[in-house]
């Protein structure tokens, strides 16, 4: 109780605001501004910011199913792949330029009849969660998806995250299945649920 008391105090003191924030027993409200804007990803401090969030998630949580910390290398030749599918790499950052987190979407299987579904991710940064970045990046790469003509947009969710649970049910996913033992992490098997949002798009689909 005293963290969460002490995060409201230091969101009040430094102008951010939540609308609603819940605990045990009762409920409070305060009001904050998170400044934030949503850009393509396309410098070279935010390539760096987006590693160093992706790295901390793996070191720290089961919401990425790997071991090891990526490289600046391995970075870039994602950042490759994602420029040559025309995949968009969505970063939200404050008015002083700091990175809050970021999202994209990248091919779900290979086959070709798979064309029109993409796989998307969305991290926070750590310091940032909680604020409504994670909703407001997601919307924008919805829009993006939309835009792009793709159908549906699946989310790969570690079953005991709840905040992407809770997330992506806010926006209107809905749970397809979960994958019982996936993954095995931090000495446990982990579930993997799938999330999916079907769009009104494309216009007209094609086969090949
Ligand atoms: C999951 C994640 C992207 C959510 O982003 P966020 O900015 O923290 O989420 P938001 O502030 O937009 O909140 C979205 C909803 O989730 C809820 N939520 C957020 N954190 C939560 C938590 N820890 N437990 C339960 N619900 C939570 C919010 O209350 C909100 O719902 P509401 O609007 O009905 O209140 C972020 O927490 C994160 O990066 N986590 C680590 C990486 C990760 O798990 N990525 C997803 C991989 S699939």
Redesign the pocket.
């Known amino acids: 109780m005293q963290r969460f008391l002490d995060r409201v105090r230091r969101d009040i003191a430094e102008g951010r605001t ?1 609308p ?1 924030s819940r605990t045990r027993g009762f409920t409070l409200e305060y009001s904050v501004r998170q400044t934030m804007n949503i850009v393509d990803c396309s410098n070279g401090h935010h390539r760096a910011a987006l590693l160093d ?1 992706v790295n901390d ?1 793996i070191a720290t ?1 089961t ?2 199913y790997e071991y090891h910390p990526r490289t600046v290398e391995g970075m870039e030749s994602w950042f490759r792949s994602k420029a040559d599918g025309r995949f968009p790499v969505l970063v939200a950052h404050d008015d002083r330029d700091l990175v809050l ?1 970021f999202a994209t979407y990248g091919p779900f299987r290979s086959f070709p009849a798979y064309k029109y579904t993409v796989e998307h ?6 310091d ?11 919307q924008q790469l919805m829009a993006r998806a939309v835009s792009q003509q793709y159908h549906t947009l699946i ?4 079953a005991g ?7 992506h049910e ?1 926006l209107g996913f809905v749970r397809a299945g979960v994958v019982r033992q996936a993954g095995f992490k931090f000495g446990g098997w982990l579930d993997a649920a799938i999330y999916q949002l079907i769009l009104p798009t494309p216009d007209a689909p094609v086969e090949g």
């Open positions: 939540k609603l969030i998630t949580s919401a990425l987190g991710s969305v991290y926070v940064h750590r940032h969660r909680g604020r409504g970045v994670g909703t407001a990046l997601m989310g790969v969710v570690d995250n709840a905040a992407s649970v809770a997330l806010r």
